[in-house]
């Protein structure tokens, strides 16, 4: 019999910390004063002091550990999330972002006092080019939109260079969100165009929109339907010979680490997730890392300052004068980069075993779901796979009542209704983190929660049944939103 991890366990409620206080609690122990008591300052100038709980320790450690206790995250179990890449992040990373020479630098020491990080930065730069097949390359931006209106801002100050104000750019369907949202902050319309039956794009598509007047292309490859883009070779060829430039969102770059070389593709910019593809934690909006990579034209264009090599020693050089400029007040999320670099350096060579092993992994999975949710795309995929709640119309059961009730038997739920090319979409993506035995748990959780559909749709409108938290009215959320306690 399958034991599922679900959440019946004993779930603690957990009040406010100023519901727990009780006045004279302790919580440390101080030395005796040596000096004259005194009135506090607040009582004299800034009127009563900040109402703080008193607590002792045990009330601090146990709050802390039953609020602890409520979230769910890749270290508690699978994290399938479709189009995020949620791995596990090594903990050995962790222990090498925590060491003091690197966890106490500060950014505005003088540069013979951060060698060390200079040089990091500059050697995981140079890991990254190699990865992906790129010739030049900045870790400033920030997070994954960050890197991709850094690429889009080299896009355009490209053609300004050239004398040019191209005002569009091709999206297709199977791209990223933010990807038309990068290209309008640049001032660029987005130009959409939709994939074939196929889920890739047809050139014909591209060749058809493509003139003097666009800038180039935003490619998700692979693709958030999980596919890679076949003839993203031929693009190309169509998007260059009308002067354009081609720009690849490696978001979904777990897929094919030391598989694709970018570069040969056809690509001219793209940016990277650290934060998905190179294990570093997700942060729950930040801090994350970004890198813009360019082929060599366009390295000027990159970002400053720059990390650049004298001998053996490193400094940061502003002395770029075709820069789109700083993007950031400092140079990036510093310890995003020590555990990327960190997770690169542990794996070297099995880079590319990762990724054959979480293409294996969303393969596995669509094949055996297959038979019961309904597969928009029944061809080998990459990374991911998107199913749909097609198959259980029928019993008036949605995506959404299907995750739910995937909640009660222990596991997160995946990505829903994205991407938008696919109704009711279901977006699974295991990674390589989980092993066969963790993955056929899930397989045969969502099989239960189909047979359900069927037998006992009501324990999926009701789901989730056992969390601390119910059903929420999510419509309600959207259009009425609580902005103030």
């Known amino acids: 019999m399958t034991v599922f991890p679900g959440d019946s366990g004993l779930i603690f409620n957990e009040p406010l910390l100023w519901e727990k206080g009780k006045k004279g609690r302790v919580g440390i122990s101080l030395p005796r004063p040596d000096v004259p008591e005194a009135a506090p300052l607040g009582d004299q100038w800034a009127g009563p002091a900040p109402d703080f709980p008193d607590l002792g320790e045990v009330d601090v450690v146990r709050h802390y550990t039953r609020l602890s206790q409520w979230n769910f995250g890749v270290d508690s179990g699978m994290y399938p999330l479709g189009s995020c890449t949620m791995k596990y992040n090594p903990k050995i990373n962790e222990r090498m972002a925590a060491l003091p020479g690197l966890a106490d630098v500060h950014p505005l020491l003088p540069e013979e006092y951060v060698q060390g990080p200079l040089r990091l930065m500059y050697e995981l730069q140079n890991l990254l080019t190699e990865v992906t097949g790129m010739d030049a390359i900045s870790v400033q931006p920030t997070a994954g939109a960050h890197g991709e209106l850094a690429g889009m801002l080299v896009i ?133 890392s970004g890198p813009v990579l360019v082929r060599k034209h366009l390295e000027k264009f990159l970002p400053v300052p720059r990390i650049v090599k004298d001998g053996d020693r490193y400094r940061l050089s502003d002395d770029f004068p075709d820069s789109i400029g700083r993007l950031h007040a400092f140079y990036g999320n510093f310890g995003v980069m020590i555990k990327a670099y960190s997770y690169i350096m542990t794996l070297g060579k099995d880079l590319k075993k990762a990724s054959q092993v979480a293409v294996l992994n969303a393969n596995y999975i669509k094949e055996q779901l297959k038979s019961v949710l309904h597969l928009a795309y029944d061809r080998p995929c990459m990374h991911e796979c998107v199913f749909s709640d097609k198959n259980q119309k029928d019993q008036k059961i949605t995506t959404l009542d299907m995750v739910k009730r995937l909640m009660d038997y222990g596991f997160h739920p995946p990505t829903i209704y994205f991407p938008l090319v696919v109704h009711g979409a279901i977006m699974i993506e295991p990674t390589e983190t989980e092993c066969k035995e963790d993955i056929d748990v899930f397989i045969e959780a969502f099989k239960s929660v189909v047979r359900e559909a069927l037998e006992d749709p009501e324990a999926l409108h009701r789901a989730p049944s056992r969390s601390k938290v119910r059903r929420l009215d999510e419509t309600a959320a959207a259009r009425k939103p609580c902005l103030i306690n």
């Open 156 to 288: 355009h100050a490209y053609h300004r260079s050239n004398g040019e104000k191209r005002s569009r750019i091709i999206v297709p369907d199977t791209a990223h969100g933010t990807n038309p949202a990068s290209a309008a902050l640049c001032g660029m319309e987005p130009l959409g165009i939709q994939s074939n039956d196929q889920g890739i794009l047809p050139v014909e598509a591209v060749a058809a929109v493509m003139d003097e007047s666009v800038a180039g292309i935003m490619v998700t490859n692979p693709n958030t339907l999980g596919l890679f883009e076949e003839n993203f070779q031929k693009i190309a060829q169509v998007v260059h010979s009308k002067g354009g430039l081609v720009y690849c969102d490696g978001a979904n770059m777990n897929a094919i680490m030391g598989i694709a070389h970018l570069g040969r593709l056809g690509v001219d910019v793209m940016h990277l997730n650290l934060h998905k593809t190179f294990s570093t934690p997700h942060g729950g909006g930040g801090p994350g």
